[in-house]
């Protein structure tokens, strides 16, 4: 069965640092992966999606994240915090074999500190 | 595009009432689902329709949950009668099927509070 697991349920970084977000993946089948933001009191948005095309995936506001099948692992990174990027994440992966069934992380809350 | 609507955006009732929340996709989509989030379960699925039928309701917590979707451009969730541990925001997202690796855009949610 397909799962993720973030690593972190919180960080907390300075602005102007690097960010990273921390995902496991299980899946039997190579999956696809995203990664949603939530805003405090908003809904979700896509950052980026991976397809098993480019393993260096570039999403939105500056983040990719590296899907790395020998670690089972899609981190998500930014070179440089911006206070705006405080929200939560979530690492989500695509159920296989049927229909677009969604399985989300716990989140991973991040702060932003000037 | 205006995005998934859904309104209202905040429900307040009382323990008995019921609850309907609604849902209007992405024009042109064909999939949508019903989804809660909780802190205690996080995102949880509750109910999937494809092209207005409802395919996997596996999610859905209990008999006093229900979802409709009469046509392509709306659906409801209802709740009869509601309790306080239904309190939760409750997010509608909807797809394009069949696009390979499809995207689920997702509304502003609908945050219900059962007192």
């Known amino acids: 069965a397909q799962s993720v697991t973030q690593l972190d349920s919180h960080v907390s970084v300075s602005e102007g640092t690097p960010v990273l977000l921390r995902c496991n993946y299980s899946s039997s089948y190579s999956p696809s992966l995203f990664w949603y933001v939530q805003h405090p009191n908003k809904g979700l948005q896509l950052l980026l999606k991976y397809t098993s095309a480019a393993t260096l995936v570039k999403g939105i506001n500056g983040f990719e994240a590296e899907f790395k099948k020998s670690e089972t692992s899609f981190h998500l990174t930014k070179p440089s915090a911006h206070m705006s990027d405080a929200a939560e994440y979530f690492c989500?992966?695509?159920?296989?074999?049927?229909?677009?069934?969604?399985?989300f992380g716990a989140g991973t809350r991040l702060a932003v500190h000037p | 595009d205006a995005g998934v609507i859904q309104s209202p955006r905040h429900e307040v009732t009382e323990m008995g009432q019921e609850v309907t929340l609604r849902c209007k996709p992405i024009?042109?989509?064909?999939?949508l689902f019903w989804y809660r989030q909780t802190m205690m379960r996080g995102l949880e699925l509750l109910i999937y329709?494809?092209?207005?039928?409802?395919?996997?309701d596996s999610g859905m917590p209990e008999d006093r949950f229900s979802a409709k979707m009469p046509n392509a451009s709306f659906s409801t969730l209802k709740i009869q009668p509601s309790e306080p541990r239904d309190s939760a925001v409750y997010f509608c997202?909807?797809?394009?099927?069949?696009?390979?690796?499809?995207?689920?855009?997702f509304g502003p949610g609908t945050r219900l509070t059962v007192l």
């Open positions: 329709f494809n092209n207005n039928v409802p395919i996997d």
């Open positions: 997202a909807s797809s394009l099927e069949g696009v390979p690796t499809d995207t689920q855009y």
């Open positions: 024009s042109g989509h064909n999939s």
């Open positions: 989500v992966v695509q159920i296989s074999g049927g229909y677009n069934k969604l399985i």
